[in-house]
């Protein structure tokens, strides 16, 4: 099949075409994201490959459709960008990655924890002016305190079994309890009590119309003072208003952020040439307790390779039997 890529970085091009090797398909890259002003570009294609901030909405599949695109592989398992009720409409197939490496993200969560409770991003710079001041740097033990994780799917669930192992208190709110938690001591609570609990708190549920700014104003106010606010699910599970006032007020002691709800004007790109037109995130910027990455949670060797070769396999099981491997449709988000 001929698939047009979109949203491509070189890293994504190596793993794509390691990974296409011997299928026969043709990928045709493209660096635009996927939008209605870019649609265009996948004529003569059969699928279409996104990316987190590609704009996958009713417009775009339908523009989609009308030059014959019957699927969509989703090189993320995150699908929040995607209309699938437009999709089921115009009978096109909408496929994802449901796990390339909960690892990665759990990992990359516990980095964004350390660094700023030890405050590794402050000491580095120091350090590298000749000031071996500790003044500032004061961190807390992680061992005892009490962590609140949203979510404990895949990656939540790796979460909690690296922060048992930290000896830390883990208290978890999901729909739906994952025995591998119950069985390592989580224990699962109201989300006031997980707020009102919690020393650190780490989002890692899905971006659903539930979940949109679930940390928003009064959930702030239901929490310990000086709270560890982590997110590295999507960026509007967080009002980034509140959290800002939260940051002024000190409800807020620390905030690590690798997703951001309006990143897609800026991430994944180089934009250290310009200034940033996001007065919201230039001001996050500013304080010293905020440790930004930019949707990087994901980005390991191990989940790059699973990425492209979980990619290639949607394709090749769509073309020889109609269904991709790993389909996302309104019926199976509803079961
Ligand atoms: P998953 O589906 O395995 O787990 C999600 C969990 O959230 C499930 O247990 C589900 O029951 C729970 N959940 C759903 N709605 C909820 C609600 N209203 N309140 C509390 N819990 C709820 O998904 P996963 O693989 O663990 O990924 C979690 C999220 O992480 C993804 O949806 C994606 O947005 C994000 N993600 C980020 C990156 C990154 O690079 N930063 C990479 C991959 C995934």
């Known amino acids: 099949m001929q698939i047009a890529v979109f949203s491509t970085k070189p890293y994504d091009r190596r793993f794509l075409e390691a990974a296409s090797a011997g299928s026969g398909h043709r990928l045709v890259y493209f660096e635009a994201k996927l939008s209605v002003e870019t649609c ?24 989609l459709s009308a030059k014959g695109i019957k699927l969509i592989v989703l090189r993320s398992a995150g699908f929040n960008n995607v209309d699938l009720a437009a999709a089921k409409v115009l009978d096109i197939t909408v496929a994802r990655v449901p796990a390339y490496s909960p690892h990665a993200v759990a990992e990359h969560t516990l980095a964004l924890i350390l660094a700023l409770n030890r405050k590794t991003h402050r000491a580095y710079n120091r350090v590298r002016e000749g000031n071996f001041a500790l003044e500032g740097l004061l961190g807390f033990d992680l061992a005892g305190k009490t962590v609140g994780v949203v979510g404990t799917g895949k990656i939540g669930g790796v979460v909690c079994k690296i922060l048992v192992g930290f000896g830390c208190k883990v208290i978890a709110y999901d729909l739906q309890p994952n025995p591998a938690c119950l069985d390592i001591g989580v224990t699962y609570v109201a989300i006031d009590e997980l707020f009102s609990s919690s020393d650190i708190i780490t989002l890692h549920c899905p971006l659903t119309p539930v979940t949109h700014h679930l940390i928003n104003e009064a959930a702030l106010t239901r929490m310990k003072r000086a709270v560890m606010l982590i997110n590295t699910s999507r960026g509007a599970v967080v009002d980034t208003h509140a959290v800002l006032k939260g940051l002024k007020e000190g409800v807020i002691g620390n905030l690590g952020l690798d997703v951001y709800e309006e990143e897609a004007d800026l991430f994944f790109e180089d934009l250290s040439g310009r200034f940033i037109d996001d007065d919201v995130f230039a001001r996050l910027l500013t304080f010293p307790n905020v440790l930004i990455t930019g949707h990087q949670a994901f980005f390991t060797k191990e989940a790059l390779t699973n990425i492209a070769e979980t990619t290639i396999a949607n394709v090749t099981s769509f073309e020889k039997t109609g269904s991709a491997m790993h389909e996302v449709s309104v019926e199976k988000i509803a079961r």
Not at 40 to 63: E, K, Q, Y
């Open 40 to 63: 265009d570009l996948a004529a003569g294609a059969d699928a279409v490959c996104t990316f987190v901030n590609d704009d996958v909405s009713g417009g775009v599949l339908a523009s």
